[in-house]
């Protein structure tokens, strides 16, 4: 009665260890610590389910007769087929195993003993389950005080293994979370990193304006503006949506903002830029992945505004109480072709209008019914904020439009305004 009460005692430690217990590595060793205490043997070993290989997968083994140093080679790379020794055949069957003379039991492997130099005389194995699924087996080998281990040594280890079954899900769950935590903490400094990409607002004379703000969908997004000066006082101005949101297009959109600054530095007509920025962008694109595109120069001393589109919405003309498209001139998205020709067009700002630049993720933005901002409340929207600000006006209005519902795309918005 007092072995029993004392491993019953030993049981119960067991649950409070393993409640505290996160790591999976530190998990392990105390499992088989605490295997070994409760059924009072001299070895023991786990072995952990792997469900797509349909296999055992050794992963720890404490031996006090020959210490750890021998059971070094049994860590790594050991891996046991379903129904194969008494361990697989413990984790096909789903029910405990209770070996009295191992030696002489046709389902016992004597590899291990082979390559370690102990002799299993017994071994009880237990499944360790949780809620119906598989988790592993764990066995315990020569019972130390007795020739060979009892009844109440099976109950003990088959309560044993439900408690294990429990501290490995938690263990489990705990490094889901904390990998989660590490993705998420990794996304932010994506986040971060991106918003480095957003320029700052050029101050200009007067009230004159070039403004551009991008809100991602996710923690990092596709969407790209940018103003580059040039020498002759005109600017660079242009925003591109790659096809797709998150890191993937976040990727894409760092190379490609990378060859426009590159390909910048070559002051050439928006359409002529276009064509060598398509040239750069089909090398890491290879027609995969695209990226429509709206490309200006503009000159504020004289409003003139020269512009290429490679396959992305017209820009809108905004002027006493009206929001038009202008003329779009033909071009692909850049990334689909290795060769392609884009045309240059030509407006010139006058004074008091606006040239708004918009991403599909406004008009397309959903309300929580589903329904669409559309390009009718668009236009509206800008026909009513007049100018200057009709870019912010249009963004918080998306804003306001989508409530609680989380953006279905990236939000890109550009403006300039001739004062």
Same mark, same amino acid.
């Given at each position: 009665?007092n072995?029993?009460? *004392?491993?019953?005692?030993k049981?119960?430690?067991a649950?409070?260890?393993?409640?505290s217990?996160?790591?999976?590595?530190?998990?392990?060793?105390q499992?088989?610590?605490?295997?070994?205490d409760?059924?009072? &043997?001299?070895a023991?070993s786990? %072995?952990?389910?792997?469900?797509?290989?349909? =296999?055992? *997968?050794?992963?720890?083994?404490?031996?006090?007769?020959?210490g750890?140093?021998?059971?070094k080679d049994l860590?790594?790379?050991?891996?046991l087929?379903?129904g194969?020794?008494v361990?697989?055949?413990?984790?096909?069957?789903r029910? &405990?195993l209770n070996v009295?003379?191992?030696?002489?039991?046709?389902r016992?492997?004597?590899?291990?003993?082979?390559?370690?130099?102990?002799k299993?005389?017994?071994i009880?194995?237990?499944?360790i389950?949780?809620q119906?699924?598989?988790?592993?087996v764990?066995? =315990?080998? *020569?019972s &130390?005080d007795?020739?060979?281990?009892?009844?109440?040594?099976e109950?003990?280890?088959?309560?044993?293994?439900h408690?294990?079954? =429990?501290?490995?899900?938690?263990?489990?769950l705990?490094?889901?979370?904390l990998?989660?935590?590490?993705?998420?903490?990794?996304?932010?400094?994506?986040?971060?990193?991106?918003?480095?990409?957003?320029?700052?607002q050029?101050?200009?004379?007067?009230? *004159?304006?070039i403004?551009?703000s991008?809100v991602?969908?996710?923690?990092?997004?596709?969407?790209?503006?940018?103003?580059?000066?040039?020498?002759?006082?005109?600017?660079?101005?242009?925003v591109?949506?790659v096809?797709?949101?998150?890191?993937?297009?976040?990727?894409?959109?760092?190379?490609?903002?990378?060859r426009?600054?590159?390909?910048?530095?070559?002051?050439? +007509?928006p359409?002529?830029?276009?064509?060598?920025?398509?040239v750069?962008?089909y090398?890491?694109?290879s027609?995969?992945?695209?990226?429509t595109?709206?490309l200006?120069r503009?000159?504020p001393?004289?409003?003139?505004? !020269?512009y290429?589109?490679?396959g992305?919405?017209?820009?809108?003309?905004?002027?006493?109480?009206?929001a038009?498209?202008?003329?779009?001139?033909?071009?692909?998205?850049?990334?689909?072709l290795?060769?392609?020709?884009f045309? +240059?067009?030509?407006?010139?700002l !006058?004074?008091?209008?606006?040239?708004v630049?918009?991403?599909?993720?406004?008009?397309?933005?959903?309300?929580?019914? $589903?329904e669409?901002?559309?390009?009718?409340? %668009?236009?509206?929207?800008l026909r009513?904020? $007049?100018?200057?600000?009709a870019?912010?006006?249009?963004l918080?209005a998306?804003?306001?439009?989508?409530?609680?519902?989380?953006?279905?795309?990236?939000?890109t =918005?550009?403006?300039i305004?001739?004062?």
């Amino acid at each position: 009665m007092n072995t029993q009460a *004392n491993r019953l005692k030993k049981l119960i430690q067991a649950n409070q260890v393993l409640a505290s217990i996160e790591s999976l590595v530190d998990l392990l060793p105390q499992l088989l610590r605490l295997a070994q205490d409760v059924t009072g &043997a001299e070895a023991s070993s786990i %072995m952990l389910y792997n469900e797509e290989k349909n =296999v055992l *997968n050794f992963a720890w083994a404490m031996n006090d007769v020959l210490g750890d140093k021998a059971m070094k080679d049994l860590k790594t790379g050991f891996e046991l087929p379903m129904g194969k020794g008494v361990a697989g055949w413990v984790a096909e069957h789903r029910e &405990a195993l209770n070996v009295l003379d191992a030696q002489n039991d046709e389902r016992f492997s004597k590899e291990a003993d082979k390559k370690t130099g102990f002799k299993t005389r017994c071994i009880l194995c237990t499944p360790i389950i949780h809620q119906d699924k598989l988790l592993g087996v764990v066995q =315990v080998l *020569n019972s &130390a005080d007795k020739e060979c281990f009892g009844r109440e040594d099976e109950e003990l280890l088959e309560s044993f293994g439900h408690l294990a079954g =429990v501290a490995l899900v938690r263990s489990e769950l705990m490094l889901q979370r904390l990998n989660q935590q590490k993705f998420e903490t990794q996304l932010e400094a994506a986040s971060r990193i991106q918003k480095q990409f957003n320029p700052r607002q050029p101050e200009l004379e007067g009230d *004159n304006l070039i403004w551009g703000s991008s809100v991602p969908a996710q923690f990092v997004g596709g969407d790209l503006y940018d103003f580059i000066p040039n020498s002759d006082g005109s600017w660079y101005i242009y925003v591109a949506d790659v096809a797709g949101k998150g890191l993937p297009a976040a990727l894409i959109m760092s190379a490609l903002w990378t060859r426009i600054r590159a390909e910048a530095l070559v002051e050439r +007509t928006p359409g002529e830029m276009l064509k060598a920025i398509n040239v750069g962008a089909y090398e890491f694109m290879s027609g995969e992945v695209f990226a429509t595109m709206v490309l200006m120069r503009y000159t504020p001393e004289s409003g003139k505004c !020269e512009y290429a589109v490679a396959g992305h919405p017209s820009p809108l003309l905004i002027s006493e109480g009206q929001a038009e498209p202008i003329e779009r001139p033909f071009g692909l998205p850049v990334g689909i072709l290795d060769e392609g020709d884009f045309g +240059t067009s030509e407006i010139t700002l !006058e004074k008091g209008q606006s040239l708004v630049v918009v991403t599909d993720g406004v008009d397309e933005a959903r309300a929580a019914d $589903g329904e669409f901002f559309g390009e009718e409340r %668009m236009e509206e929207i800008l026909r009513q904020g $007049g100018t200057p600000h009709a870019g912010k006006n249009l963004l918080k209005a998306v804003a306001d439009w989508r409530g609680d519902t989380p953006p279905n795309d990236d939000t890109t =918005v550009v403006e300039i305004y001739r004062a």
